[in-house]
């Protein structure tokens, strides 16, 4: 979800804790610096794009000698979708962005792999793509027109993958899951996973995608991607199920089809495996309205 935008003027700082989400953000005016603990401190300038991963404690502050102000006292005084230091219009600073939460059960794929901090600077090339949706974000939070609450939750989402595609291409490897995606090799077998998750892998066909034997693709596949190839594609399908069943959108037999298992028994027991609980119970627990299984 969008953030309320900040706003600040004069010497400031501003004191987050450690959280357990990922928060995207972009400086539209002025600069300041991005202090995370226990790393060396950043400076932002205008333009550039920061994207925090389940980061420790940090401060957003023009001075770090400031002593810094605790950012929910701030939050919750925010008025207008903004927050503000020093006079209403006579800021310095701008910066705007957005939360993300992330499933425990399905968030690990891609948190795991990205470092606390990424930072696209507005001289990178790849930044190009980052600021355009940036201005349509700033827009939104300005405009308050009909319908942008969802608006500005897809903008949000646009501008954390298109800051995931960047680091990923400024990364000589990228770690886990990321890197071997772009993979030329690795990244074919995966990607053929995610094209077609129904039909029924075996680790032959995917070392043949990715033109090498079986024995050399699976200890590239492990190795990049920290798991097996078929240990993978049922981690992947269960996330897909348990976001379907959440939904509530198919029934578990029609799910079982779509997965890539040849009965609902089989689709059940490796269900509950990696869940915990049968699809029945997960749906029961976590969709937002339970129907009777078609």
Request: proline share 4%.
């Amino acid at each position: 979800m969008a953030d309320p935008g900040f706003h600040a003027a004069g010497r400031w700082a501003v004191r987050f804790e450690a959280f357990g989400y990922v928060k995207i953000g972009g400086v539209e005016q002025g600069d300041c610096w991005l202090a995370l603990d226990g790393h060396e401190p950043v400076h932002l300038r205008q333009g550039d794009i920061y994207l925090l991963v389940n980061p420790p404690g940090y401060a957003l502050a023009s001075d770090l000698t400031v002593e810094p102000l605790m950012a929910e006292e701030l939050w919750d005084g925010g008025a207008d979708g903004a927050v503000r230091i020093g006079p209403e219009g006579d800021e310095d600073t701008y910066l705007c962005g957005g939360t993300f939460w992330f499933d425990d059960s399905n968030g690990g794929i891609l948190l795991d792999v990205l470092p606390p901090l990424v930072h696209v600077q507005a001289a990178d090339p790849r930044n190009e793509l980052l600021a355009s949706v940036s201005k349509l974000l700033v827009a939104e939070v300005e405009n308050k027109a009909v319908g942008s609450s969802l608006v500005l939750d897809h903008l949000v989402q646009i501008l954390f993958v298109q800051a995931l595609r960047a680091f990923a291409e400024q990364s000589d490897h990228p770690a886990g899951w990321l890197g071997a995606i772009n993979d030329d090799d690795i990244g074919a077998a995966l990607r053929a996973m995610h094209a077609d998750i129904a039909h029924r892998w075996t680790v032959g066909e995917l070392a043949h995608i990715a033109h090498m034997s079986r024995s050399a693709f699976a200890a590239s596949f492990k190795k990049q991607v920290g798991t097996a190839p078929l240990d993978y594609l049922i981690q992947w399908r269960m996330s897909l199920a348990r976001d379907a069943l959440r939904r509530n959108t198919r029934s578990i037999s029609e799910l079982a089809l779509a997965t890539g298992y040849e009965s609902e028994s089989a689709f059940s027991t490796a269900f509950r495996r990696v869940a915990g609980a049968s699809p029945k119970q997960f749906r029961d627990r976590t969709a937002p309205s339970t129907a009777d299984d078609r």
